[in-house]
């Protein structure tokens, strides 16, 4: 019984692991000019995420350097609640053995690093390394892109010089990629855009073949979700190449526990999903989205996919406008016509006068008669009165 205890202690020690670091935060970092002679103290905080059963591969190392001048290391390990210093140390490089770092991962394992130096002059133009930390293998050669490193340029007259201010070169490890599941571009479609109010069926397929020991975290899920319209869900199980009866639903969301997909590395295990519904004319997250979530609920670093498929942007046509053609310009004609003479009066019956519309002389003579019978009598009286 002890044997089979001990044998099975000595194969979760032994299973290869991929397991690397993240930086979680720092401070200290100088984000100008290093001067000579001056004291720099810089805290990097280190994280180890990843799905395998140990923090840390235990047959790695990790190995701290500085080109500051009487640096001052300290290293505590932090886990499960508790902390312990794993170094104190005076020396430019110091390395961890991976054994040191190697818990169980559900631990929730960090690494306190903190560097104090003093900048020396350099007799150059090139960045001063101030930390550095790297994972290495066996042969002591880097883990793929295991490796932290800030650099600054440093003045060595303690005068700033004139002009920018130059930025720290910084090289961080890229993000984990802590998903369990590989995505097939050939069984994941349609790639292109899908049309407002028409009936799609989006389709992919997932093979859980990244981890060693299993294929799917059993305290993980993998949650499914759509934006589609009345979404109807076929999932289905594939395991060593045979098919598993088939759950369908209908829901925007779709839930697999993590032990439903847990089975060891050995068997081959993979999943088809095809949800089919309307699509809508927009939506507030994708039509297809997969994602793996921890423990804590939260999606793991890389562990998310979204189906390409994408909502046609469908642009209103513009309503048309009669054109109204422009009236034209009326031309000016030349009225050839002659202009109205009006008739003339009829001439007045010639009466003999001397203008024939106004006195004749038969009128002269009458007007003499009639001024004679006027006179005299008149004259008759005044002789008359002299005479007597």
């Given at each position: ?273 095809a949800v089919t519904g309307g699509v809508p004319p927009d939506a507030g997250f994708p039509l297809l989205e997969i994602s793996q979530c921890g423990p804590d609920g939260y999606a793991r670093e890389g562990a998310i996919f979204i189906h390409p498929a994408s909502i046609a ?44 519309d106004l006195i004749s002389f038969e009128k002269i003579g009458a007007l003499i008669d009639s001024f004679i019978e006027f006179i005299v009598p008149h004259i008759h009286r005044i002789i008359s009165?002299?005479?007597?």
């Amino acid at each position: 019984m002890m044997r089979g205890i001990i044998s099975c202690a000595i194969l979760i020690l032994l299973i290869p692991s991929a397991a690397g670091f993240v930086v979680l935060d720092s401070d200290g970092i100088p984000d100008g000019y290093l001067i000579l002679g001056d004291e720099k103290t810089v805290l990097v905080n280190l994280g180890f995420p990843g799905l395998e059963l140990l923090s840390f591969p235990s047959g790695d190392i990790l190995e701290l350097q500085t080109d500051l001048t009487n640096p001052e290391w300290t290293v505590i390990l932090r886990r499960g609640g508790g902390e312990s210093t794993l170094r104190q140390s005076v020396r430019s490089r110091e390395r961890i053995s991976g054994w040191e770092l190697s818990y169980p991962a559900a631990e929730d394992v960090t690494l306190s690093i903190s560097l104090r130096g003093t900048v020396p002059g350099n007799g150059s133009d090139a960045p001063l390394s101030i930390i550095r930390v790297r994972q290495l293998d066996g042969s002591y050669q880097l883990r793929e892109d295991n490796e932290y490193s800030v650099s600054q340029i440093v003045s060595p007259s303690g005068i700033i010089p004139s002009g920018g201010i130059p930025d720290p070169v910084i090289i961080a490890p890229p993000p984990p990629d802590l998903s369990a599941f590989t995505i097939s571009p050939r069984y994941t479609t349609p790639a292109g855009e899908v049309t407002p109010g028409e009936t799609v069926t989006l389709r992919t397929r997932l093979s859980f073949d990244r981890l060693r020991s299993t294929s799917f975290p059993g305290t993980d899920t993998l949650r499914l979700r759509s934006a589609l319209i009345d979404p109807a869900w076929e999932v289905t199980l594939i395991r060593n190449g045979a098919e598993m009866p088939s759950s369908t639903r209908r829901s925007p969301y779709y839930t697999i526990p993590g032990f439903e997909l847990s089975y060891p590395q050995r068997e081959n295990v993979g999943l088809r999903v095809a949800v089919t519904g309307g699509v809508p004319p927009d939506a507030g997250f994708p039509l297809l989205e997969i994602s793996q979530c921890g423990p804590d609920g939260y999606a793991r670093e890389g562990a998310i996919f979204i189906h390409p498929a994408s909502i046609a942007d469908l642009l209103e046509e513009p309503e048309e406008i009669p054109v109204i053609p422009p009236s034209p310009t009326p031309v000016p004609t030349t009225d050839t016509t002659p202009a109205h003479t009006p008739d003339p009066l009829p001439a007045p019956d010639d009466t003999g006068g001397i203008y024939p519309d106004l006195i004749s002389f038969e009128k002269i003579g009458a007007l003499i008669d009639s001024f004679i019978e006027f006179i005299v009598p008149h004259i008759h009286r005044i002789i008359s009165g002299i005479g007597g």
